[in-house]
């Protein structure tokens, strides 16, 4: 398959794996991948995607770098998708401008081969959340049979299909996006949210899809201790 013309050149702050390859924090990144690559590897996962209780745990910075360093040190052929429909946050992450997307696909005004876009990063393509309404905002995406075909036709073409998705909490049903994925990822944004709303959520994901949770942002005194990372499965 040929996807998007052009390779977009990208960067942004908080891709670490990129701009600082050699970092305490890259080397957790790359760690975290191959813990999760084995699980995926054992269990025929490809498609994963990230979540968290609440916004602002680290969903979008956790899932690109874990694209990233897939891409580019692991060689996998890797799609990121841009699944938080109401607060799409990939192209800031990576400095890229929005454009076209999965809903134009499904607006019939474009294929899915178009807008999927390649990036500067060996094996990285990302898609887009594309020109979204407000009608379209207020009808669950997840739940559409097109979805459901988008992720179906894209398996055959990556490796590794990675999806910054929305938080389960306020009310967000993860059961839709549990059908259509085969493991998920729950970030943790260390002293954020009470442990027993954070239980609440573990429930809330089907056990037969979640790989393992991602323990964000604490502060146990890492060399570096920002993007410190501490992993349990
Ligand atoms: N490990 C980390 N170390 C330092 N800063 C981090 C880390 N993870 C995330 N952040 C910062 O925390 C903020 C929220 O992160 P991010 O946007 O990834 O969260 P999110 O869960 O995707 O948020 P939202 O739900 O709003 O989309 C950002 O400013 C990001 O740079
Ligand atoms: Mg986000």
Redesign the pocket.
């Known amino acids: 398959m040929e996807v998007g013309i052009q390779r977009k050149k990208v960067g942004g702050a908080?891709l670490i794996t990129l701009h600082s390859p050699r970092s305490i924090a890259t080397n957790h990144y790359k760690m975290l991948f191959s813990k999760v690559d084995r699980i995926c590897r054992r269990e025929k996962k490809k498609v994963i995607a990230v979540t968290?209780s609440v916004?602002?745990?680290?969903?979008?910075?956790?899932v690109s770098n874990l694209a990233v360093v897939g891409a580019k040190n692991f060689g996998e052929r890797t799609l990121l998708i841009d699944g938080?429909f109401n607060?799409p946050?990939v192209p800031q992450q990576f400095e890229l401008p929005s454009g076209q997307g999965l809903v134009d696909v499904f607006e019939g005004t474009c294929q899915l081969g178009e807008v999927i876009q390649k990036t500067s990063i060996e094996n990285l393509a990302i898609l887009h959340v594309g020109h979204i309404s407000q009608a379209r905002r207020d009808k669950n995406i997840w739940a559409t049979k097109q979805m459901a075909e988008a992720i179906e036709e894209m398996r055959g073409w990556f490796d590794y299909i990675w999806i910054?998705a929305p938080?389960i909490l306020p009310l967000f049903d993860m059961n839709v996006i549990s059908q259509l994925v085969d493991g998920m990822l729950l970030?943790v944004q260390a002293g954020k949210i009470p442990k027993a709303v954070m239980l609440q959520s573990l429930k809330s994901i089907d056990s037969r899809k979640f790989i393992g949770s991602v323990f964000?942002?604490s502060k146990i005194s890492w060399p570096q201790k920002?993007?410190s990372?501490h992993y349990k499965y």
């Open positions: 908080g968290s916004k602002g745990e680290g969903k979008t910075t956790t938080d607060n946050s910054d938080p970030v964000n942002r920002n993007y990372h």
